[in-house]
Each structure stands twice: as structure tokens, then as C-alpha cells.
């Protein structure tokens, strides 16, 4: 039976579709709703990165030598439980709520609360290693519950990859106000409690009791303080994220799994991404030698105890309000440039040891690390896509392990972390580091200055020079996305 063209049936059959069309879209609050799940890992991340090592040297008084191995080992550990934590929820069941909502839900009140116990101060010396250890390690445990099922959840909160894309493009926005939120909080609080002299003249007329000294049970009180706001917006987030999304039930579509030894195999005979993750490894471990040691360099070998948490914050907001301008650098000059052009820090961070203490440089020196700290965040992110589409063109009988290049990247990047953490910690020990101390020896400033500057140009440099031999220029990249569109 044929209708003609302009009958009423005909007019409500070519709209049936729409409903169904209408439903697999996002609204802006869904959006959001999934963008501020991703808030707490930064929040989080930043306040850890920044303060932890300052606070297990001098709020929590422990030798640098315990603090290193507390450093190293939490971020090994958070390193090993990415791809474990991976695995695990690729093989979890369906519920009520979705397939990763239950991790999620589960893990958030444990990681608050391990998360605020590693900023309280035992009150027993022995066994105050083992205290930060322990709970350290099991936080990051919990947020990698939180963390890892959260990243996969973008597979499942559509099935349209142009809402997808645009859900990931307000995560990121919230995840970079996310690690500003975190240095603020944490920074701005405990930035006004000190147990040393804010002034030089204080400083060397050894008057303790001077009414501008805090005591160090104040600072230890503002530390805890700091963490339960950091608690509350955690919980929150997290509370957001699941009345603002519906997971989506994948199609059963039935796919090999591979073991650890073969995933492990197949990421690591890749070569371009062998080559653009050890280039990213040696770019990532200066900057984390930058953060990890920044505070104490401000606090130590450049004398501005009382604004070192106002140049952490100018950091993380230069960070912010240039990643736009990255993505539109990356796009219009391709993405091999804009990492070179990324690394402007280098003359800076040069300058800062080569000239005499001056707040100005240092703010200076900071919107410029801000600027180079927003492409380290945002470019590797950016070009492991290209490697998993270039591998796609080169291996087009696999199907479905792209998540395994981003788990062995963020893994290699953890694991490093740790490393850096560790060996900056040990090297104060040997520096003579004193913990408690309002002043250190000399020899404590020269390391930090090393720590600061030489070791990460060093770094960086090594790893420009890696990303040099990587193939995947504009030219590959485009025709690699054609093919792909040829074989969908």
C-alpha cells in the first residue's frame, strides 16, 4: 500500500525516529553531572603532589629517608593498582545501578576517609611510618576504584561519539578548575598557619615566642582542616555523579580477552608508542621533580615561606586559562610543534637560580611554568589517540584493546612519579636535611636548586630529543584517519 507524499500517516511515520534520536543525547546538567565526578583525582592529586612531602618533613617531622620510602612506595603502589584495578572491572557484572556505578559508590567513603587520616598526625612516634605508609597506600587504592571506573564510564553514558567527545571536553574543563580548587583549598588554609617566622629579622633572632608564630599544633590543625573540605566536595562530586548519570547497558557484543602477558606484549612491541611514552615519561618526571619539590624551594631556597602558596596558585590558574589556547595551537600548527613550543619554561626555571631571590622573577617564573605545565597536561592526552588509530591501520584484525595504551601509559607515568618522589626525598636526607627546622643548611638550598632546575632541563631536553624520532607527524595522522573512515 502506497500513501502519498503529503498525507498526515506518511508526516508521522518520518518523525518516529526522532524520539529515539532525542534519547540518546546529553543534556547540559548530564554533562556537568559527569564532569564533576572527575573533580576529586584532581583535587585530590594537586594538594598530595604539592604539599605531602613539606607536610611528612615538616608538620609530621619525619626523617626525609622514611619520608622517601613512604613517597616511592604509594606511588608504586597507586602504579601496580591501575592495571589490576582494570582488569578487575572488565570482568564485573551488571547491577542495578550500571557496571561502574558500584565501584565508584563503594570506594568513595573508604578514600575519604584514608584520604583524611594521612593528613592527622599520630600521636605515637613509633609506628608514625607505618601510619602514613599504610594509609597513604590504601587511599590510593580507593581512588584508583573511584578513578579508573569513572574513565570508563564515558563508553557508557552514550552511544553517540559526538556526545561522548562532547562530555569529555567539559571533564577536562573541570578537571583542570579541579587541580586549581585542590592548591587553593589546601594551600590558601594552611598557607596562613606556619610554626616559623614569616621575616628574615625573626627568623635569625631565634624570639619563639614571637605573636606571629603559629604553633605547629595549629599548623597540623589547618592541615586537617584543609583535608575536610577537600572530604566534603569529594563526597559531593560523588553524590553528583550518580543522581546526574545513567549508565548505559553495552550491547553484548562478545570479544577475546587477553591476558596480562599478551596486552603486556602487544602495548610494548608498538614502537611509536614506545617512543612518544619514554619521550612523555622523561618530560613528565621533570615536571613532577618541579612539583614534588616547589614548595620546599619557594620555603627554603628562595625565603618566600609567606607567598608560597599564592605562586603555587598562580601556577595552577597560568595552567588553566592557557589550555584553550593550547588546543587551538595543537590543531591549527599540529601537535609534534606544540610540544616543543610547549617546553618554554626552560629559560625560566634557568633564570630563577641564576639571579638573587626576588618575588617578582618568581611570580614571573611561575605564570611561565603555568603556561608549559597546561601543554604537559593536555598534549600526551592528545597524541595517544593517534597512536591507538595508528595502530588500528597497522593491526585492523584487532579489535578492542585501546584501553590498554592508556592503562601501561598512566601506569609507566605513576611508577616514574614514584621514583622521583622517592630519590628528591633521599637526597635532602643526605643534604642534611632538618626536619622541623624553620632554617636549613646550605647545602639543602643547593639541592633543591638542582632538584629544580638542572635535573629537569636535563629531562626535558632528553625527551624533546626522543619525541623527535616519533612518526606520527600531520601528514600520517590525516591519511591514518581517512583509512580508518574507509574501513568503518
Not at 23 to 31: A, D, E, G, P, S
Request: proline share 5%; net charge positive.
Amino acid at each position: 500500500i502506497s500513501f502519498p507524499r503529503g498525507s498526515r500517516l506518511f508526516n508521522t511515520a518520518s518523525i518516529m525516529p526522532k524520539p529515539k534520536d532525542q534519547r540518546t543525547r546529553l543534556t547540559v546538567w548530564n554533562k556537568l553531572c559527569y564532569a564533576i565526578g572527575g573533580a576529586p583525582y584532581q583535587i585530590t592529586g594537586s594538594a598530595l603532589g604539592f604539599f605531602l612531602q613539606i607536610y611528612l618533613l615538616d608538620v609530621a617531622q619525619l626523617d626525609p629517608f622514611h619520608a622517601s620510602i613512604i613517597l616511592f612506595v604509594g606511588r608504586a603502589w597507586d602504579a601496580v593498582t591501575d592495571p589490576t584495578v582494570g582488569f578487575l572491572v572488565s570482568r564485573s557484572r551488571w547491577t542495578g545501578i550500571g557496571r561502574m556505578m558500584p565501584w565508584i559508590l563503594c570506594s568513595t567513603p573508604f578514600a575519604v576517609l584514608t584520604y583524611f587520616l594521612i593528613w592527622y598526625v599520630p600521636p605515637f612516634e613509633q609506628g608514625k611510618v607505618l601510619w602514613y605508609l599504610v594509609f597513604y597506600c590504601l587511599f590510593q587504592s580507593m581512588q584508583t576504584c573511584f578513578h579508573v571506573p569513572y574513565s570508563a564510564l564515558t563508553m557508557f553514558i552514550s552511544n553517540d561519539q559526538k556526545e561522548r567527545d562532547s562530555a569529555t571536553a567539559y571533564r577536562m574543563m573541570v578537571e583542570v578548575l579541579g587541580t586549581v580548587l585542590g592548591t587553593a583549598i589546601q594551600g590558601q588554609i594552611v598557607g596562613g598557619a606556619s610554626n616559623c617566622p614569616t621575616e628574615p629579622d625573626d627568623l635569625n633572632s631565634g624570639n619563639s615566642t614571637n605573636a606571629s608564630i603559629v604553633s605547629l599544633e595549629e599548623t597540623k590543625q589547618a592541615y586537617l582542616i584543609s583535608s575536610g573540605v577537600i572530604c566534603i566536595i569529594y563526597v559531593l562530586c560523588a553524590v553528583v555523579l550518580f543522581l546526574g548519570v545513567k549508565e548505559k547497558k553495552e550491547n553484548g557484543r562478545k570479544k577475546t580477552l587477553l591476558t596480562f602477558r599478551q596486552g603486556l606484549w602487544l602495548v610494548m612491541s608498538y614502537g611509536p608508542y614506545i617512543k612518544l611514552v619514554i619521550g612523555f615519561l622523561f618530560t613528565s618526571l621533570a615536571f613532577m621533580l618541579l612539583e614534588g619539590n616547589f614548595a620546599l624551594f619557594i620555603t627554603y631556597a628562595l625565603g618566600h615561606r609567606k607567598d608560597f602558596q599564592n605562586i603555587l596558585l598562580v601556577i595552577m590558574l597560568s595552567g588553566t586559562l592557557t589550555i584553550p589556547w593550547w588546543q587551538w595551537f595543537l590543531t591549527r600548527f599540529g601537535k609534534k610543534k606544540a610540544v616543543y613550543f610547549g617546553i618554554t619554561v626552560i629559560p625560566f626555571m634557568i633564570l630563577i637560580i641564576c639571579i638573587k631571590s626576588n618575588l617578582v622573577i618568581s611570580y614571573l617564573v611561575s605564570v611561565a611554568a603555568g603556561v608549559s605545565v597546561a601543554a604537559a597536561f593536555l598534549l600526551p592526552w592528545s597524541m595517544l589517540p593517534d597512536v591507538v588509530d595508528d595502530f588500528k591501520v597497522k593491526n585492523p584484525d584487532i579489535h578492542g584493546y585501546e584501553a590498554l595504551f592508556y592503562s601501561f601509559y598512566v601506569f609507566f607515568i605513576k611508577f616514574a612519579s614514584g621514583v622521583s618522589l622517592g630519590v628528591s626525598t633521599l637526597s635532602l636526607k643526605f643534604a642534611g636535611y632538618v626536619t622541623g627546622s624553620c632554617s636549613q643548611p646550605e647545602a639543602v638550598s643547593l639541592t633543591l636548586k638542582v632538584l629544580v632546575s638542572p635535573v629537569p632541563v636535563a629531562l626535558i631536553a632528553v625527551g624533546l630529543l626522543i619525541l623527535r624520532t616519533y612518526p606520527i607527524d600531520e601528514e600520517r595522522r590525516q591519511c591514518n584517519r581517512k583509512i580508518l573512515q574507509e574501513m568503518l
